[in-house]
């Protein structure tokens, strides 16, 4: 661990790295003069040595009926993330973002539009976490990693904020309540199918042949469903977990009744769940959202074919909150909000 090398520079013994890792990860200390267990000859070289960066909230937006906060935030460098902390009655569930802006061109999400800017570093995407839980004075109990950008695309950060938060000295939260959610990188997903993590893998497919998912998810021309879906199949073999299929359901687009017959073909014999997702509204992009019949007769058919499903419950929608809103926000460091 770079904690340990760093206390043994110094001399110290190394016990200090874990009481350091436990200010930072799991107490959110915000400067070197709280890490009270250290001698202060110590912690002034800290001071000198180490910066210990907070986000910056710039507003919380929160949904007309209080089950969700939205949290925009002001990075080092002036660029601004948002982070979404929802309610439900099983707990607290934080949305991070850990990418500014996305590379991925899907054709209907917020997040792509602003172009793409940089990787979210560890602790950035770890703050998200930490910062949420000050500012609501609620303890986060799930994480999906399904705010703006792909997962995938910064898979070294992105793991190492798993250790962090899921390990003893952090917050302790278990793999198995986070899920981490791709348009579909295939080497990536092998990568993560043995890398050891116990995440659950939430894939997002939105459409059941080639040629659509070409247009909606243009990551598919690069890697199509051919490799995606053993890629998905070998995921669950390795880690026993239950891949989840994430389906936006876009009126008239991807929603029929044939498009689920093909879905339940395309997923049969997996150990998967899909996740249908009613299109969430972005102003700049001409799709409508489905009909509840449309929903509902979806829905219907992966059921009588056996494909385990469950309805997104729409959370957030009314703040810009919802899957595939979040967007980049860039605003000048001293301008009035
Ligand atoms: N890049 C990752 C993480 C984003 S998660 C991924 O693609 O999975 C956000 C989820 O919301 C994804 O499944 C995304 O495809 C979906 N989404 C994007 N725009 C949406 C919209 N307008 N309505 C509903 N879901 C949307």
Known sequence: MELEALVETHGEPRYRAQQIAEWVFRKGAGSVEEFTNLPVRFRECLTRETVIGRLELVETTVSGRSDTAKHLWRLFDGQT?????????????????????????????????????????????YDQVLAVQR????????????????????????????ENVSAAYGLRISQRRITLSTCGLVPRIRDLARAGYSLTLAVSLHAPNNELRNDLVPVNRKHPLEELIPA???????????????????????????????????????LCHVNLIPANPVPEYDYSAPTPTAVRAFRRVLEQRGIPVSLRREMGADIGAACGQLRRRYRPRGRKE
């Open 135 to 162: 500012v609501s004075g609620q303890t986060v109990t799930h994480i999906v990693l399904m705010g703006m950008g792909e997962p995938l695309d910064n898979y070294e950060n992105v793991l190492k904020f798993v």
């Open 81 to 125: 993330v948002e982070t979404v902390l929802m309610r439900h009655g099983y707990g607290r569930t934080v949305c991070v973002s850990t990418q500014v802006g996305c590379r991925m061109g899907c054709r209907f999400c917020a997040s792509g539009l602003g172009g793409w800017v940089r990787h979210l570093r560890v602790g950035e995407i």
């Open 232 to 270: 998905c199949a070998e995921y669950a073999a390795l880690t026993g977990r239950r891949v989840s299929f994430e389906y936006a359901l876009l009126g008239g687009l991807n929603d029929s009744p044939e498009s689920a017959v093909e879905l339940a073909d395309l997923l049969t014999g997996l």
